[in-house]
């Protein structure tokens, strides 16, 4: 049987070559919607996965194949973008990994498996947890061909997708959620908190706290601000 792992982010990429000895059947990874047309027009795959895929999937490819992405909410509630950030901003400590058919509706298609997702350390550490549980999840698929049951019509909520302003620290934050504002944003590819005073941008990651309740250990990128 063949599948295609299609992603663009490296912990997911990583941690499927990790775990892909456990899989079943003939794998390829794509990394970029012309590759995965590509190879779409030589093979009939049982199942197209889509762990953290930041491109916008054709509908014809939805249409055609059955496709399988992940979304770090307990849908209905919280379909949309910046998941991790949303939930982080809204004091979340745990959420549950969905993985559910993609549809025309986003995040809206029925769902395969959801499993508990510690939402604790950096987005970065984060990310890597939950792309070891998308592989977890992708072998429980493949080994059961599950019937995925249509999402509940209650709890629905609809995540905002966050813009790079969002990630200018607020003076009024307290301690606790200005470190939680620093990890959330602390992965590659992601804007970093950032500060700007004095014609200079400061940008936060890497970050502890301490056991009084002080952020230490952080990493600050200082530039010139620039002005348009």
Known sequence: MDYIFASNRPW??????????KLQGNWLVVTNTDDLLNALSAMQPRYIFFPHWSE???????????????????VPFGRGGSPLQNLITRGFKVTRLTALKMEEQLDAGP????????LDGSAEQIFTRMAKLAISQIQFIIENNPEPIAQSTSNHENFKRRKPSDSEINKKQSIGQLFDHVRMLDAPG???AFLNAHGLNFEFDNASISDTGEIIDAHVKITKR???
């Not at 997911?12 to 000895?21: G, K, V």
């Not at 916008?56 to 307990?74: G, K, N, Q, S, Y």
């Not at 769902?111 to 510690?118: A, C, E, G």
């Open 12 to 21: 997911a990429i990583n941690s499927f070559l990790e775990y892909r000895a």
């Open 111 to 118: 769902v395969y498996k959801k499993d508990d997702l510690n």
């Open 190 to 192: 992601y804007p970093k």
């Open 56 to 74: 916008l999937v054709p509908r014809e490819i939805t249409e055609m194949f059955e496709c399988v992405c992940f979304h770090m909410t307990d």
């Open 226 to 228: 620039k002005i348009c």
